[in-house]
């Protein structure tokens, strides 16, 4: 073991806790300060040209990468394609000539996402990949290379690398939107002070992990959970819902918030926790419709939200966990620490094998 746990039972709670540092590391490469500019690297095409972008990648990557798809199409007005690697290979895309085909993956190496990056530079697409290992195959391959800096992740489940991911991807979708001319000035200082709030606003997010390890208890008592959100918080559902399973083993989905009355709440009943991932914001009356229409149904709800939102909605709750009050540009990345950290306290609940779980691979080199 070349790097140490430090005081921590393990990497994955170490690797959490490490994201204020990583993703302020990662967010130095993509931002000034001083004159509140984004510094993307240049690329060796012009960004104003692209007219579509596709993204690609799998597991935790391919949930950031779910969160840029919002951004894209917000900020710059880019119509996305989101696929995973291993349905994007063989179900003959169409890719038009003039796009960016974009890769998100924390080892560079996953397989799938490999060989679909091979596949759409033969088609001709320019090449860009978010990847924090910088000597990586796919590092090597691409056009336009965005490194993470979140250093080496050795817990299986993703964590830190996930966080920083979005933070690059935020920075990507706002050079974007900028080259595309609908990004004022005034607009790209605001993405730079809010993107620049991250760090700390995920420090005080660590915060909560008291109030996380009460809930942890309830939840590692559940055979399954469901999670709800909505936006780019409807990833986040997504990819709670991911961590839940991936090192607790408890069935777990994520859903989108306003999609559940069409299946999952049949499921419904005192047995089944809901996480609802709900920052107050344009979509929060929305979602906490949706929270309503759970408990109505007898189901335990756990509300992650912001104090002025758990003042609001949290009556009535099992469980409610504050958040910051963040701007929404950065909620997908403040609200990932709780969904990781409540995963994480149910394995330990539980005591499963949190950094190695079982039937995992860290990177799958294989199809
Ligand atoms: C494996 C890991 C996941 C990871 C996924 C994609 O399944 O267990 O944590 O998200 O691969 O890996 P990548 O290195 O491409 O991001």
């Not at 990497?11 to 001083?34: C, D, F, G, H, W």
């Not at 409540?342 to 539980?350: Q, S």
């Amino acid at each position: 073991e070349l790097i140490s746990k430090g005081n921590h039972r393990h990497y994955m709670i170490k690797e959490i806790y490490e994201q204020p540092i990583v993703v302020a590391q990662t967010l130095r490469s993509y931002l000034r300060r001083i004159d509140e500019t984004l510094t993307l690297p240049i690329p060796d095409f012009d960004l104003s040209q692209i007219k579509r972008v596709t993204i690609v990648a799998c597991g935790t990557s391919f949930y950031a990468g779910m969160v840029a798809k919002y951004w894209f199409e917000q900020f710059a007005r880019v119509p996305v394609d989101l696929d995973v690697a291993s349905e994007f290979r063989y179900r003959a895309p169409v890719i038009e000539p003039g796009g960016l085909a974009l890769f998100i993956s924390q080892s560079g190496e996953t397989a799938d996402t490999l060989a679909a990056l091979r596949h759409a530079r033969e088609e001709g697409q320019k090449i860009a990949v978010v990847v924090n290992v910088p000597t990586s195959s796919m590092a090597r391959e691409a056009h336009l290379l965005l490194p993470t800096h979140a250093g080496p992740e050795i817990g299986v489940a993703s964590t830190k690398a996930f966080t920083c991911q979005l933070a690059v991807l935020a920075a990507l979708a706002a050079n974007l939107a900028r080259a595309k001319g609908r990004l004022s000035d005034e607009d790209e200082h605001s993405v730079v002070k809010h993107l620049a709030e991250a760090p700390a606003a995920l420090n005080a997010a660590l915060a909560y992990e008291d109030t996380i390890k009460a809930v942890a208890t309830e939840i590692a008592m559940a055979r399954d959970v469901l999670y709800l959100g909505r936006g780019t918080n409807y990833p986040l559902a997504l990819e709670g819902a991911l961590k839940l399973k991936e090192i607790s083993y408890i069935h777990a989905e994520g859903y989108a918030a306003g999609e559940m009355k069409h299946g999952p709440i049949a499921l419904i009943d005192e047995t089944v926790p809901v996480i609802v991932i709900a920052p107050s914001g344009p979509l929060f009356e929305k979602t906490v419709s949706n929270m309503q229409e759970v408990q109505a149904r007898g189901g335990k709800v756990v509300l992650i939200s912001d104090y002025d939102g758990i003042q609001e909605a949290g009556a009535g709750c099992l469980a409610t966990i504050t958040m910051p009050k963040v701007h929404p540009l950065i909620a997908p990345l403040v609200y990932s620490v709780p969904v990781q950290l409540l995963a994480y306290h149910v394995a330990v609940t539980k005591g499963t094998d949190v950094d190695q779980p079982r039937n995992l691979a860290k990177s799958v080199t294989v199809e």
